[in-house]
């Protein structure tokens, strides 16, 4: 039987607008993650999918419903509950200059999580950094560089080394290489599904791009308008899409399974 990782029970999400209006970003969201797959959530800008994922760390509150990590409830947690959430869940943002300051050495941001939870001094954690980097198909010697002086696809890398450096439960990639060339994006993809097999990692993969996202998922859920409209194997999502909505996302599809 599947072990459960996350779930989201009938979660809303209301946002207040101006002159007392209110906007529903997310409407009665349900379904679940499990350990070591992938469920991808897919849909145009605006439809929810960033507010689910900012939900799941905490940043957004829940207006309504629940949400699980390994059948505890981690929605509304205050402050000091929420420090053992992050370290569980971590997350890759879409544009890899954000995550980091411009005057942080690679090494150090690499070592930042393994120092704040405890898991490492700053000496080891230093040390820590070259090895961080090959992981991820980098040289060793990048981590005295600079954010400014790597590439985009270099430095989504190191993002992804510093999030899954401390071991988290769940990794969530929100357009996490939407902002990549399609070569240094299907890179990517590669060493996720890569790092996923070496270190049994769970994954939800948020997008707008469908192929993309179908081909580093099991499961994907298609969002419109802050509902889930539809949940597709994968596999078989060019044969069983039954929305237009979703069959019109399917524009052009590429593998790294092979």
Do not use: W
């Amino acid at each position: 039987m599947e072990d459960k990782l996350l779930e989201l029970e009938h979660v809303s999400k209301t946002f207040s607008g101006g002159k007392g209006k209110t906007v529903e970003a997310v409407k009665d969201v349900s379904f679940t993650v499990y350990k070591n797959e992938s469920l991808g959530i897919v849909g145009e800008s605006g439809c929810g999918k960033s507010t689910i994922a900012r939900m799941i760390t905490g940043l957004t509150a829940v207006s309504s419903g629940k949400i699980l990590l390994e059948g505890n409830v981690i929605s509304g947690l205050n402050r000091r509950e929420q420090r053992e959430v992050y370290r569980n869940i971590q997350m890759v943002f879409q544009d890899p200059y954000s995550a980091i300051s411009p005057r942080m050495p690679v090494g150090t941001f690499l070592g930042e999580g393994l120092v704040h939870f405890g898991i490492m001094n700053r000496k080891e954690a230093e040390a820590e950094a070259g090895r961080l980097l090959e992981m991820v198909d980098l040289e060793p010697q990048l981590a005295d560089r600079l954010p400014h002086q790597l590439s985009g696809g270099q430095l989504q890398r190191v993002v992804i080394a510093r999030a899954i450096s401390i071991h988290p439960r769940l990794v969530i990639l929100d357009e996490a290489t939407s902002a990549l060339d399609v070569s240094v994006q299907k890179q990517i993809l590669e060493l996720l599904v890569r790092l996923q097999k070496e270190f049994h990692l769970t994954y939800l993969f948020i997008g707008h791009d469908l192929a993309v996202v179908r081909s580093i998922t099991k499961q994907i859920c298609v969002m419109k308008d802050g509902r889930i409209i539809e949940k597709v194997a994968s596999a078989s999502l060019l044969e069983k899409a039954g929305e237009n909505y979703t069959k019109q996302l399917l524009s052009s599809v590429f593998s790294v399974r092979e």
